[in-house]
């Protein structure tokens, strides 16, 4: 039975961060836009804004199933290792997200300004789907499970009967 409750909690707390992303994509996805003057980020239907909420929402909800995955795979059973494993890949997830962001910002920067024939000037607009941050997210976790199985990994020493 103690073997089933580490996997039980980490069932419940996917689902928890699965529930809380679902509900906080909004506010979270106001943060992740690049601020660039005159782009403008528009959604034309309704169900690109689920399937992007749903998508972040399900790559929050398994990491921690990703991460425990990791510390089974891995033999991680030192406390402050399996802290500074979460702390890792949650790292690397948010370094991806930012990448991203940064790539964003660099492409919107040399756009040409333009301008209407009254003098105002015309924003440009983009797709917010087109932003695909929930690719990088999810990459960036399995790049962080990845490295936390290469730094983490316990070393079973094998004895060889002769």
């Known amino acids: 039975m103690k073997k089933e409750l580490p996997k039980l909690y980490v069932i419940l707390l996917s689902i928890i961060l699965f529930i809380i992303s679902y509900f906080g994509f909004s506010k979270i996805s106001d943060l992740l836009l690049p601020k660039v003057e005159n782009v403008d980020f528009y959604t034309t239907n309704l169900r690109d804004s689920f399937l992007q909420n749903l998508y972040y929402?399900?790559?929050?909800?398994?990491?921690p199933i990703f991460i425990y995955g990791t510390w089974v795979i891995s033999k991680i059973k030192n406390v402050t290792n399996r802290y500074l494993s979460i702390i890792l890949v949650f790292m690397t997830m948010l370094?991806?997200?930012?990448?991203?962001?940064?790539?964003?910002?660099?492409?919107f920067k040399n756009l040409p300004i333009l301008e209407s024939e009254t003098g105002e000037i015309i924003t440009h607009t983009f797709n917010i789907k087109n932003l695909n941050y929930e690719y990088f997210l999810l990459i960036g976790l399995i790049s962080g499970c990845i490295l936390c199985y290469l730094i983490f990994k316990s070393k079973v020493k094998k004895i060889i009967n002769n």
């Open 57 to 63: 929402s399900l790559i929050i909800g398994i990491t």
């Open 95 to 107: 370094t991806f997200i930012l990448l991203r962001m940064e790539v964003l910002k660099l492409k």
